[in-house]
Antibody, heavy 122, light 109 residues
Framework: QITLKESGPTLVKPTQTLTLTCTFS??????????VGWIRQPPGKALEWLALIYWDDDKRYSPSLKSRLTITKDTSKNQVVLTMTNMDPVDTATYYC??????????????WGQGTLVTVSS | EIVLTQSPGTLSLSPGERATLSCRAS???????LAWYQQKPGQAPRLLIY???RRATGIPDRFSGSGSGTDFTLTISRLEPEDFAVYYC??????????FGGGTKVEIK
């Protein structure tokens, strides 16, 4: 049974760096084809993909946010970490991590965490 | 980057009715790499359909996906009370990245 859970601060100040951790179980990020991604959703708005990391340490980023994002994995801890620099109030959103697959291309998300709401405010 | 436009924004229907949701892409989606998700208030999205027409594990057969190229459709054959939610399409497999549509809310009429 695959589960994922996001953790991190609920409130960050503008210009600060956000660090979120996704802790998962039921799969290994050392298995061929497996990936973990981050997706966010501002209140009342649509989903936005942020980043993906794969079993082979291949990393993909949203072009519009690439300069601000870093995704890393710790396979031994079953964790994926996302950092986002220079936070702004428009980054206020629920941040989700999710399990994905590599089919020669990035793909869909079949298992999701419950999400964590991050508010950016001074 | 491929832009996905979902229509209508809101669909007002009664239980038992058929729902037809549209997702149009700004350019052709490779190999029908399109997924659909359902999201209920306060919950994470749930994968319904991938590969444009393949139901994910445990998804009832009243949900079906179709389409190719730039035009895709999610159909719910007979709405159950638990189907009233927001639905998102997502394209994958294209460079530079993944994109989601703006969503369609299916509400009770």
């Amino acid at each position: 049974q695959i589960t994922l859970k996001e953790s991190g601060p609920t409130l960050v100040k503008p210009t600060q760096t956000l660090t979120l951790t996704c802790t998962f179980s039921g799969f290994s990020l050392s298995t061929n084809g497996v990936g973990v991604g981050w997706i966010r959703q501002p209140p009342g708005k649509a989903l936005e993909w942020l980043a993906l990391i794969y079993w082979d340490d291949d990393k993909r980023y949203s072009p519009s946010l690439k300069s601000r994002l870093t995704i890393t994995k710790d396979t031994s801890k079953n964790q994926v970490v996302l950092t986002m620099t220079n936070m702004d109030p428009v980054d206020t959103a629920t941040y989700y991590c999710a399990h994905s697959w590599w089919f020669g291309v990035p793909s869909y998300f079949d298992f999701w965490g419950q999400g964590t709401l991050v508010t950016v405010s001074s | 980057e491929i832009v996905l436009t979902q229509s209508p924004g809101t669909l007002s229907l009664s239980p038992g009715e058929r729902a037809t949701l549209s997702c149009r892409a700004s350019q052709s989606v490779s190999s029908s790499y399109l997924a659909w998700y359902q999201q209920k208030p306060g919950q994470a999205p749930r994968l319904l359909i991938y590969g444009a027409s393949r139901r994910a594990t445990g998804i009832p057969d009243r949900f079906s996906g179709s389409g190719s190229g730039t035009d895709f459709t999610l159909t719910i054959s007979r709405l159950e009370p638990e189907d009233f939610a927001v639905y998102y399409c997502q394209q994958y497999g294209s460079s530079p990245g993944l994109t989601f549509g703006g969503g369609t809310k299916v509400e009770i009429k």
